[in-house]
Protein backbone atom coordinates (compact mmCIF):
# COMPACT_ATOMS: atom_id res chain seq x y z
CA UNK A 1 0.00 0.00 0.00
CA UNK A 2 0.90 3.95 0.15
CA UNK A 3 2.94 5.25 -2.86
CA UNK A 4 5.20 2.27 -3.69
CA UNK A 5 5.84 0.93 -6.96
CA UNK A 6 5.58 -2.98 -7.39
CA UNK A 7 7.54 -4.66 -10.20
CA UNK A 8 7.51 -8.52 -11.26
CA UNK A 9 10.58 -9.83 -12.37
CA UNK A 10 10.97 -13.84 -12.10
CA UNK A 11 13.64 -15.96 -13.65
CA UNK A 12 14.38 -19.32 -14.98
CA UNK A 13 10.68 -19.53 -15.63
CA UNK A 14 9.61 -19.32 -11.87
CA UNK A 15 6.80 -17.79 -11.25
CA UNK A 16 4.70 -15.24 -8.53
CA UNK A 17 1.60 -16.58 -7.28
CA UNK A 18 -0.79 -14.86 -5.31
CA UNK A 19 -2.41 -16.91 -2.47
CA UNK A 20 -4.59 -14.25 -1.18
CA UNK A 21 -5.86 -10.81 -2.75
CA UNK A 22 -3.28 -8.43 -2.82
CA UNK A 23 -4.46 -4.80 -2.09
CA UNK A 24 -2.42 -1.69 -4.26
CA UNK A 25 -3.36 1.64 -3.25
CA UNK A 26 -1.89 5.19 -3.86
CA UNK A 27 0.06 6.46 -6.53
CA UNK A 28 2.78 3.72 -7.74
CA UNK A 29 3.01 1.60 -10.56
CA UNK A 30 2.61 -2.54 -10.87
CA UNK A 31 4.51 -3.74 -13.67
CA UNK A 32 5.12 -7.61 -15.09
CA UNK A 33 8.40 -7.39 -16.65
CA UNK A 34 9.27 -9.05 -19.87
CA UNK A 35 10.08 -12.85 -18.89
CA UNK A 36 8.01 -12.70 -15.68
CA UNK A 37 4.99 -15.00 -14.85
CA UNK A 38 1.91 -13.54 -12.50
CA UNK A 39 -0.39 -16.28 -11.51
CA UNK A 40 -3.32 -14.63 -9.90
CA UNK A 41 -5.13 -18.14 -9.58
CA UNK A 42 -8.51 -17.37 -8.73
CA UNK A 43 -7.26 -13.83 -6.40
CA UNK A 44 -7.00 -10.17 -7.95
CA UNK A 45 -4.99 -7.07 -7.45
CA UNK A 46 -7.71 -5.16 -5.43
CA UNK A 47 -7.27 -1.46 -3.92
CA UNK A 48 -8.01 2.13 -4.82
CA UNK A 49 -5.76 4.34 -6.06
CA UNK A 50 -5.41 8.16 -7.79
CA UNK A 51 -5.16 8.37 -11.19
CA UNK A 52 -1.39 8.74 -11.32
CA UNK A 53 -1.89 5.16 -10.67
CA UNK A 54 -0.84 2.48 -13.39
CA UNK A 55 -0.75 -1.32 -14.39
CA UNK A 56 1.65 -2.62 -17.03
CA UNK A 57 2.19 -5.85 -18.52
CA UNK A 58 4.81 -5.84 -20.56
CA UNK A 59 6.01 -7.36 -23.91
CA UNK A 60 7.28 -10.58 -23.02
CA UNK A 61 5.30 -10.81 -19.84
CA UNK A 62 2.83 -13.55 -18.88
CA UNK A 63 -0.45 -13.54 -16.87
CA UNK A 64 -2.46 -16.45 -15.49
CA UNK A 65 -5.89 -16.19 -14.17
CA UNK A 66 -8.57 -19.01 -12.94
CA UNK A 67 -10.71 -16.27 -12.20
CA UNK A 68 -14.35 -16.56 -13.76
CA UNK A 69 -15.40 -13.26 -13.69
CA UNK A 70 -18.38 -12.95 -16.52
CA UNK A 71 -17.02 -9.53 -17.63
CA UNK A 72 -13.77 -11.19 -17.95
CA UNK A 73 -10.23 -12.25 -16.12
CA UNK A 74 -8.37 -9.27 -17.95
CA UNK A 75 -10.16 -5.58 -18.08
CA UNK A 76 -9.09 -2.44 -19.27
CA UNK A 77 -11.03 -0.99 -16.63
CA UNK A 78 -13.31 -1.95 -13.90
CA UNK A 79 -13.10 -3.71 -10.47
CA UNK A 80 -13.77 -7.34 -11.53
CA UNK A 81 -11.57 -10.33 -12.61
CA UNK A 82 -8.06 -10.70 -11.73
CA UNK A 83 -7.24 -7.17 -11.77
CA UNK A 84 -9.82 -4.87 -9.53
CA UNK A 85 -7.52 -1.88 -8.68
CA UNK A 86 -10.17 1.16 -9.57
CA UNK A 87 -8.99 4.09 -11.51
CA UNK A 88 -6.02 2.96 -12.47
CA UNK A 89 -4.55 3.13 -15.74
CA UNK A 90 -4.22 -0.33 -17.60
CA UNK A 91 -1.91 -1.05 -20.38
CA UNK A 92 -1.18 -4.73 -21.95
CA UNK A 93 1.42 -4.66 -24.26
CA UNK A 94 1.02 -7.94 -26.09
CA UNK A 95 1.49 -10.37 -23.17
CA UNK A 96 1.07 -14.05 -22.81
CA UNK A 97 -1.95 -15.58 -21.09
CA UNK A 98 -3.33 -18.58 -19.64
CA UNK A 99 -6.88 -19.84 -18.11
CA UNK A 100 -6.21 -22.31 -15.85
CA UNK A 101 -9.89 -22.30 -14.10
CA UNK A 102 -11.97 -25.37 -13.15
CA UNK A 103 -15.47 -23.63 -14.52
CA UNK A 104 -16.47 -21.49 -17.03
CA UNK A 105 -14.44 -17.95 -17.76
CA UNK A 106 -14.39 -15.31 -19.91
CA UNK A 107 -11.39 -13.91 -21.43
CA UNK A 108 -11.72 -9.89 -21.07
CA UNK A 109 -11.92 -6.78 -23.23
CA UNK A 110 -7.66 -6.06 -22.56
CA UNK A 111 -6.98 -9.28 -25.16
CA UNK A 112 -7.65 -7.23 -28.32
CA UNK A 113 -5.46 -6.59 -31.44
CA UNK A 114 -1.99 -8.86 -30.87
CA UNK A 115 -1.46 -11.06 -27.93
CA UNK A 116 1.97 -12.90 -27.76
CA UNK A 117 0.60 -16.79 -26.79
CA UNK A 118 -2.74 -18.40 -25.89
CA UNK A 119 -3.34 -21.28 -23.30
CA UNK A 120 -6.46 -23.00 -22.70
CA UNK A 121 -5.91 -25.60 -19.48
CA UNK A 122 -9.62 -25.15 -18.48
CA UNK A 123 -10.13 -28.37 -16.13
CA UNK A 124 -13.58 -27.61 -15.29
CA UNK A 125 -15.98 -30.62 -14.94
CA UNK A 126 -19.34 -28.76 -14.82
CA UNK A 127 -17.96 -26.64 -17.69
CA UNK A 128 -14.33 -26.35 -19.18
CA UNK A 129 -15.30 -23.49 -21.35
CA UNK A 130 -12.77 -20.31 -21.79
CA UNK A 131 -15.02 -17.66 -23.75
CA UNK A 132 -13.55 -15.10 -26.25
CA UNK A 133 -14.87 -11.44 -25.26
CA UNK A 134 -13.12 -9.47 -28.62
CA UNK A 135 -11.35 -10.58 -31.41
CA UNK A 136 -7.71 -10.70 -31.43
CA UNK A 137 -4.53 -12.56 -32.99
CA UNK A 138 -1.96 -14.76 -31.49
CA UNK A 139 1.57 -13.73 -32.61
CA UNK A 140 3.26 -16.91 -31.31
CA UNK A 141 1.74 -20.02 -30.09
CA UNK A 142 -1.95 -21.50 -29.36
CA UNK A 143 -1.99 -24.25 -26.78
CA UNK A 144 -5.24 -26.19 -26.33
CA UNK A 145 -4.31 -28.71 -23.50
CA UNK A 146 -7.89 -28.57 -21.92
CA UNK A 147 -11.24 -26.74 -22.31
CA UNK A 148 -12.85 -24.95 -25.10
CA UNK A 149 -12.04 -22.22 -26.68
CA UNK A 150 -15.84 -20.42 -27.32
CA UNK A 151 -14.53 -17.42 -29.49
CA UNK A 152 -18.60 -16.57 -29.95
CA UNK A 153 -19.17 -13.54 -32.47
CA UNK A 154 -15.21 -12.64 -32.79
CA UNK A 155 -12.71 -13.95 -35.08
CA UNK A 156 -9.38 -15.00 -33.49
CA UNK A 157 -6.47 -15.84 -35.42
CA UNK A 158 -3.10 -17.63 -35.03
CA UNK A 159 -0.72 -15.71 -37.67
CA UNK A 160 2.15 -17.49 -36.77
CA UNK A 161 2.69 -19.54 -39.89
CA UNK A 162 4.80 -22.45 -38.62
CA UNK A 163 2.93 -25.77 -38.81
CA UNK A 164 3.94 -26.40 -34.92
CA UNK A 165 2.49 -22.73 -33.50
CA UNK A 166 -1.23 -24.71 -32.62
CA UNK A 167 0.04 -27.20 -29.93
CA UNK A 168 -2.80 -29.36 -28.68
CA UNK A 169 -6.27 -30.13 -29.80
CA UNK A 170 -8.69 -32.69 -29.33
CA UNK A 171 -12.38 -33.47 -28.20
CA UNK A 172 -11.51 -32.24 -25.01
CA UNK A 173 -9.45 -29.23 -26.00
CA UNK A 174 -10.61 -27.35 -29.57
CA UNK A 175 -12.33 -23.41 -30.96
CA UNK A 176 -15.65 -23.78 -30.71
CA UNK A 177 -16.72 -21.75 -34.08
CA UNK A 178 -20.69 -21.85 -34.19
CA UNK A 179 -23.19 -23.96 -32.35
CA UNK A 180 -25.26 -26.81 -33.93
CA UNK A 181 -26.67 -25.06 -36.65
CA UNK A 182 -25.01 -21.39 -36.74
CA UNK A 183 -21.33 -20.42 -37.68
CA UNK A 184 -19.89 -17.39 -35.93
CA UNK A 185 -16.54 -16.20 -35.05
CA UNK A 186 -13.87 -17.44 -37.36
CA UNK A 187 -10.26 -19.29 -36.33
CA UNK A 188 -7.95 -18.64 -38.73
CA UNK A 189 -4.31 -19.89 -39.29
CA UNK A 190 -1.43 -18.24 -41.70
CA UNK A 191 0.12 -20.21 -44.39
CA UNK A 192 3.88 -19.99 -44.85
CA UNK A 193 5.47 -19.40 -47.81
CA UNK A 194 8.39 -21.20 -47.96
CA UNK A 195 8.90 -25.21 -47.08
CA UNK A 196 5.60 -25.45 -48.94
CA UNK A 197 3.44 -28.03 -48.88
CA UNK A 198 3.16 -27.65 -44.88
CA UNK A 199 -0.22 -29.64 -43.36
CA UNK A 200 -2.26 -27.39 -40.68
CA UNK A 201 -4.78 -28.43 -38.22
CA UNK A 202 -7.76 -26.44 -37.79
CA UNK A 203 -9.11 -27.86 -34.22
CA UNK A 204 -12.64 -26.68 -34.57
CA UNK A 205 -16.12 -28.13 -33.78
CA UNK A 206 -19.40 -26.52 -32.66
CA UNK A 207 -21.37 -26.80 -29.23
CA UNK A 208 -21.98 -30.28 -29.56
CA UNK A 209 -19.20 -31.75 -32.20
CA UNK A 210 -15.94 -32.17 -32.57
CA UNK A 211 -15.01 -31.90 -36.26
CA UNK A 212 -11.20 -30.52 -36.69
CA UNK A 213 -9.80 -30.28 -40.55
CA UNK A 214 -6.20 -30.41 -41.86
CA UNK A 215 -5.18 -28.51 -44.72
CA UNK A 216 -1.91 -28.53 -46.66
CA UNK A 217 -1.25 -25.11 -47.99
CA UNK A 218 0.49 -24.63 -50.95
CA UNK A 219 0.73 -20.93 -51.24
CA UNK A 220 0.88 -17.91 -48.84
CA UNK A 221 -2.05 -17.09 -47.82
CA UNK A 222 -4.36 -16.66 -44.33
CA UNK A 223 -6.42 -19.95 -43.60
CA UNK A 224 -10.32 -18.91 -42.32
CA UNK A 225 -12.64 -21.49 -40.92
CA UNK A 226 -15.96 -20.21 -41.80
Known amino acids: SGNIDWIINTQNGSTVRLL ?3 SFNGAGSFTVESGAIMDFQTFALTG ?3 AAAVFLATNGSHLISANTATLG ?3 ASGTTGS ?3 AYA ?4 TSPSYTFNGTNQQWTGNALTSSIANLTINNTGTT ?3 VNVSNAFTIANVLTLTSGILNIGNNNVTLTNSAANSLVGGSSTAYVRTGNATTTLGRFGR ?4 TGLPITYLLPVGNSTSYMPATFTGLQNALLPRT
Open 20 to 22: TNL
Open 48 to 50: TVN
Open 73 to 75: CFQ
Open 83 to 85: IQV
Open 89 to 92: SRTF
Open 127 to 129: SSV
Open 190 to 193: AIAT
